[in-house]
């Protein structure tokens, strides 16, 4: 008989949170990685395209992974919609620097121009942040309902 090789919970959950630690830093990495090259270095999109297609590829497959396992990707918070607004207000902010950053040189003579330019980047985003969150979260919310129905069904049928 095979001697087999079992582990302790506390170890296996120990390595599960060293990965998933790793996992967090790697994705910040990318995240930070993109702008340094963008603006510090002032280098071209082919150079870092490659991170924007592994950070948004990661982004896709967390998110739609948890909603096919029915976690819960708002956390337990009491206030889902908050969250969602916030995040988007967040993802806002970002796109209209990152926009600002790159247009003003276009826009440095018409003030005007660049501040609407701005205020126009803020208000899509947004707009289109809170929608994609609030479709995410009712396709989660939707799992979920799912997942709880066939555990209530198969305590009814023990």
């Known amino acids: 008989m095979r001697k087999l090789n079992l582990q302790d ?3 296996t959950l120990q390595r599960r949170r060293i990965n998933s630690e790793a996992f967090v830093i790697l994705l910040f990495a990318l995240f930070v990685s993109i702008p340094v090259q963008a603006f510090l270095f002032d280098a071209p999109f082919e150079q870092y395209a490659f991170e924007c297609i592994c950070l948004f590829v990661i982004s896709i497959y967390v998110v739609s992974r948890n909603i096919m396992l029915g976690q819960d990707i708002f956390g337990e918070e009491k206030h889902p919609k908050l969250i ?3 995040t988007s207000i967040g993802a806002g902010i970002g796109a209209a620097v990152i926009n600002g950053v790159f247009s003003y040189s276009v826009y440095q003579e018409d003030i005007g ?3 609407a330019s701005l205020a126009t980047t ?3 985003v947004v707009i289109d942040a809170f929608i ?3 479709f995410i979260g009712s396709l989660n919310k939707k799992k979920q309902t799912k997942i709880q129905k066939q555990l209530e069904e ?3 049928h023990d």
Do not use: A, K
Request: aromatic share 12%; net charge negative.
């Open 9 to 11: 919970e506390r170890v």
């Open 84 to 86: 969602s607004i916030l």
């Open 113 to 115: 121009s660049f501040i």
């Open 122 to 124: 803020f208000i899509i």
């Open 154 to 156: 198969n305590e009814q």
């Open 132 to 134: 994609g969150m609030s």
